[in-house]
């Protein structure tokens, strides 16, 4: 009966009225609502200007409700649809902000269990969806932040190896520890990651024995990180 009702109220709506009622549900906050309003505008007017700002604002309505799948699919869908929108770059933004937003909560989890079980794809997905919305505009509003978020996912990738780096050092797995955290400054060099990279290179050069290689990692830890923690007595 509500849902009748509901039709029935809306039986007349013009377009101007539904989309002013789905933004103000967005505006708001209400972002199921507003989905809702958002896809009867379209059912009911699946062309024109108001069809297409509808389908780039739920996009942005899945994504702050969560449902980053959802919204990855509607923002291919628009792309794919619009490719000469004035705002497609926002488009490529919110594809990149979901997959991001799917991928952290499990890199997140990563100490947690074994980490050599967890797979750093998602993460690696949206540092290549933001990488596009980059290159293919480079002038975007959005760019900056894209390429912050781009910072950010390198820095989760290589604590992603360095957790590993750390997992295979407790379990006395000295060569496939040192493995991991010459990967990450070799393929990571500007990040924070690096210093717990030294760090584990430091235990396993202690551990096998190899003064020499020891000696001149404690330097280069010495030079760049001058107060680390991997240079205290002790230290692991």
């Known amino acids: 009966m509500v849902g009748c009702a509901s039709v029935e109220k809306t039986a007349n709506w013009t377009v101007e009225e539904f989309h002013a ?3 103000a549900h967005l505006d708001a906050g209400e972002w199921e609502q507003a989905i809702d309003y958002y896809h009867q505008l379209e059912r009911r007017y699946p062309y024109g200007k108001y069809a297409e700002q509808s389908q780039l604002e739920v996009i942005y309505a899945y994504y702050r409700n969560r449902e980053p799948e959802l919204a990855i699919s509607s923002a291919d869908q628009f792309i794919l649809l619009y490719p000469t929108h004035p705002r497609i770059d926002y ?3 919110l594809k990149a902000l ?3 937003q799917s991928s952290t909560s499990l890199l997140d989890r990563l100490s947690r269990v074994d980490p050599s079980r967890r797979d750093p794809g998602p993460a690696r997905e949206s540092f290549e969806a933001f990488r596009a919305l980059v290159t293919l505009f480079p002038q975007s509003s959005y760019a900056r932040n894209a390429r912050q978020r781009m910072a950010e996912i390198l820095d989760l990738i290589a604590q992603h190896e360095i957790n590993i780096g750390r997992y295979y050092l407790r379990r006395g797995a000295h060569v496939a520890a040192l493995n991991r955290a010459k990967y990450v400054i070799e393929h990571y060099p500007d990040v924070s990651a ?4 030294l760090g584990i290179m430091v235990a396993v050069y202690k551990k096998m ?3 020499t290689l020891l000696d001149d990692t404690v330097r280069i830890l010495q030079q760049s990180y001058p107060d680390s923690i991997y240079l205290l007595p002790g230290s692991k």
Do not use: L
Not at 194 to 197: K, P, T
């Open 21 to 23: 009622k789905a933004r």
């Open 91 to 93: 488009a490529y933004y």
């Open 98 to 100: 979901s997959i991001f």
């Open 194 to 197: 690096v210093e717990d990279a």
């Open 209 to 211: 024995g190899f003064d």
